[in-house]
């Protein structure tokens, strides 16, 4: 197992990335709201970011993205020790999460990822009923490689409220009437 782990990240080009994912049901909060998601109601999900290291270690280590204006920050951060490393722009409606130093491993093999969980309210539109909402936009992850001061950037398409979980049944991120 842990062969084929190495020789999946000989392959990849990036030696940072993130791992973003959706819950209703798990996670630090009680999210609240219908399920799937109705027009003009609003419905609580916790975001999850997962932060791997495959390579050097790097360090000045950013994560940003965007919320849509139908997504709200509810500003509530778990674990609690990222607090202050989270910050929300409520002008520019971006999320920014100031990791600082990645070690070389981390999230490879038996070492834990870092992991940032996020709350957020999504109130949907009429005009998005029938369709799954994203609920960031564009993540991206960036930092600087200690050993071959490089810049790195890892970009990550929007996450959908499609939950993966096994209480969510399928189709629940489609917005209904």
């Given at each position: ?40 109601l609003p419905t609580t999900y916790t975001l999850v970011f997962r932060i791997s290291n495959s390579s050097n270690a790097v360090s ?72 799954d909402l994203d609920l960031t936009g564009e993540i991206l992850l960036s930092g600087s490689d200690d050993f071959t001061d490089t ?27």
């Amino acid at each position: 197992h842990q062969v084929k782990q190495r020789c999946q990240s000989l392959h990849t080009h990036y030696d940072i990335a993130v791992l973003p994912d959706v819950f209703y049901y798990d996670g630090p909060f009680n999210n609240s709201g219908p399920l799937p998601p109705r027009a003009n109601l609003p419905t609580t999900y916790t975001l999850v970011f997962r932060i791997s290291n495959s390579s050097n270690a790097v360090s000045a280590a950013e994560l940003t993205t965007t919320l849509p204006n139908y997504v709200e920050w509810v500003n509530a951060v778990a674990p609690s020790v990222e607090r202050n490393n989270v910050s929300y722009n409520t002008n520019t409606r971006q999320m920014t999460w100031k990791l600082g130093d990645l070690p070389s491993g981390l999230g490879v093999g038996t070492t834990q990822p870092r992991q940032l969980s996020v709350q957020i309210k999504v109130t949907p539109s009429v005009s998005q009923i029938g369709s799954d909402l994203d609920l960031t936009g564009e993540i991206l992850l960036s930092g600087s490689d200690d050993f071959t001061d490089t810049n790195l950037t890892f970009k990550k398409n929007p996450i959908v409220n499609n939950l993966q979980e096994s209480q969510a049944s399928s189709g629940n991120g489609q917005v209904m009437p």
